[in-house]
C-alpha cells in the first residue's frame, strides 16, 4: 500500500508540473536513437552545415557565442538569416515536406523535430516552437505550438547528436501548395549553436501532451490497491 502511495503522489507531482509548460498538441522527451551529425537531415534550423537533400533548403545562422537568445525561420534557402527576419526566409511548401516524409515510407505524414543542444553552461530554454501556414485564415496559421519556458539540459554534449524530440507534426490537413515556416525561440545560449532537423515517425500515433491522461493512470492505480485489498480480506 505503501507503494502505491508513493506512485499516486508522484503521478499528482507530475500532472501538477506539466500545467507550468503546456506543449499544446506536441510532447516532448529524450531523442531516442541519437545519430551523428552527418546523418541528422533535413536541417529546418542550424548553425553547422549539413548533408541536405537536393532542394531542401535551411537557415544555416551563425552562433559565435555572443548571443544568448534566439529568435529563427527555417528557410527553403540555405543561408544564414537573423533573428526574427520571417521576410527574406523562403517556405517549405506542404507538398515538398510530404513527398519528403512518403519517400522515406511515412504514408501517415507525421514527423517530429529533433533539437541538438549545444551549451556550455548545463542547458537552453526552449520558448517556442511553432508551424505555420501562411495560408491558413487569419487566427489559425500557427497549426502546431509549443509556447512557454522548458528548460532542455544538454544530454549529449557538444555539437554532434540530438538530445530532445519534439512529436506531434501531422500534415495530413495541410494543401500540398500551403506555404509553411518553423519558428524556433530559445534563450540562455552559450558557445556553438543548436540545431533542429526533421525526423519521420513511421507509424506514429500522436501521443498525448504533457500531462495527459494522469487522471485516468491515478484512478487505474487506486482501483488496483482495492483489489489487492480485497484478495487479501479474510
Known sequence: MKKLMLAATMLCALASGANADALNNLTIGALPNPVPQSLSNPCIICATMTQQPVGFGFN???????????????SNITGAFANGDDINVTPYTGGQLTTFLQNLGDINLTFGVAIDINTAHGGETLEKFQLINLDAPIGSKIIFDFTGSLLLPDINNGNGKGDYL???????????????????????????????????????????????????????????GWYRRKRTAP
Open 60 to 74: 544555416n545562422f551563425v552562433s559565435q557565442g555572443n548571443d544568448t537568445a534566439f529568435n529563427l525561420f527555417s
Open 166 to 224: 519534439i512529436s506531434g507534426f501531422d500534415l495530413s490537413s495541410v494543401n500540398i501548395g500551403d506555404r509553411l515556416l518553423f519558428r524556433a525561440q530559445w534563450s540562455g545560449a552559450s558557445d556553438g549553436g543548436e540545431s533542429f532537423y526533421l525526423v519521420p515517425q513511421l507509424n506514429a500515433v500522436p501521443g498525448p501532451a504533457l500531462g495527459a491522461g494522469l487522471p485516468a493512470a491515478l484512478a487505474a492505480l487506486l482501483a488496483l
